[in-house]
Each structure stands twice: as structure tokens, then as C-alpha cells.
């Protein structure tokens, strides 16, 4: 008998599997799907759901609650004794690249965000690709390293390895404060400035 949906969270077991049961009114949409006798009737349906996924997300959710936690108390002044001393967008943040892995924009962000990654970069501009490269936290490492392969030649695919090294590595040179974007976000930004250095077509 599948177990109830309200157990999940409390004895997640890889061995055993959960369901999420569907909603009367989509079981009864479906029913004919089922059967082709018109005198049968699906009393319910459920989606099964294996043990070893339930435990898989449950850890996943612990690790990023606690990369969260641990990356506020790296923010916290010395002298501070609650979390309330961070500063909302430090908060902001940590919550976008932890929690969501950088792949959520917090609505507050938006218009910021878009003042950044909307840039262009002339061909050849190392200094213009340095200062876009800094706004979204790049650090002083990362633009050294970068500044070291610029001329790279382009190959015929698009940018040379080093290039694609660099972008590869970029979370490496991503500082601790940088901007509030996702780590992806900037990364799509950083691959666009970097076609537009290389007078690639983006």
C-alpha cells in the first residue's frame, strides 16, 4: 500500500517508495485513459516516487541550508551577537547562490542586474571587459589570469581554450561579495563580453 505524502519528510527510507497522489478531479479527466470499458471508474492515481530520490532531495535541501547558514556567519561582524546585523543584500545574496544555486534573480535585482549584463564590449577593449568583469565580482586574480591569455587567438569553433579555461574556472575568481546575481547569470555575462573582446559573432 504506496505510503501517504505527509510521511516523507519524516521516514525517508531508500528502500521504500512514496506516491503523490493526484487530484480527484484530474483523475476522474484522465480515467478513460485507463480504461476502455465506460462501466469502470478510477477511484484514484498517484505518482510514485522512489525512496532514493526522497532521500537524495532531503540531503540536498540540508546542504544548502547549511551552506546558507555558515556563509551569513562568515558575513557577521565580529561584534555582532544576531544574524540581523548582515546587511539585506549580503542576505539576498547568500539566498540566491546557495538556495537556488545562483539560477533565481531576486525581483528587487532585476533592473540592476539588467544595467550590467546589458553592456557591450568592443573588440580589443581589455579595459571596459576588466571594469564589466569586476561588477559582477570578479576578482583582481581572476582578471590577472584572463589578462594573461587575451591574445589568445580565437579558434575556428569560437574562443580559444584558454578562454573557455577561464570561463570554466570563473567561480574560482567570483568574490565573496560580488554583485547580486546567480553564478550563472554571470557567467552567461562574462561568455558574452568575451565573444564581444574577441569579435566574435555571440
Not at 580559444?160 to 567570483?174: R, T
Amino acid at each position: 500500500m504506496p505510503r501517504s505524502a505527509c510521511s516523507i519528510l519524516h521516514s525517508a527510507d531508500r528502500t521504500k517508495d512514496s506516491h503523490l497522489p493526484w487530484n480527484p478531479h484530474l483523475s476522474a479527466k484522465y480515467q478513460t485513459k485507463f480504461f476502455e470499458d465506460s462501466d469502470l471508474v478510477l477511484n484514484r492515481a498517484w505518482q510514485s516516487i522512489p525512496g532514493s530520490v526522497i532521500v537524495a532531495l532531503l540531503e540536498q535541501v540540508r546542504t544548502r541550508v547549511l551552506r546558507f547558514a555558515l556563509d551569513i556567519k562568515d558575513n557577521l561582524p565580529s561584534d555582532a551577537t544576531t544574524a540581523t546585523s548582515v546587511p539585506a543584500s549580503v542576505v539576498e545574496r547568500s539566498v540566491v547562490n546557495n538556495i537556488f544555486h545562483g539560477d533565481v534573480l531576486i525581483a528587487s535585482n532585476i533592473e540592476y542586474t539588467n544595467q550590467i549584463t546589458n553592456q557591450n564590449i568592443s573588440v580589443g577593449d581589455f579595459a571596459s571587459l576588466s571594469k564589466a568583469l569586476e561588477q559582477i565580482g570578479i576578482n583582481a586574480e581572476g582578471i590577472k589570469a584572463l589578462s594573461d591569455i587575451r591574445t589568445e587567438q580565437p579558434s575556428s569553433s569560437g574562443l580559444g581554450e584558454k578562454a573557455k579555461g577561464w570561463l570554466a574556472d570563473m567561480s574560482n575568481y567570483l568574490g565573496k561579495e560580488g554583485v547580486k546575481l546567480g553564478a550563472e547569470v554571470a557567467k552567461r555575462a562574462a561568455m558574452k563580453w568575451l565573444t564581444q573582446f574577441y569579435g566574435l559573432d555571440i
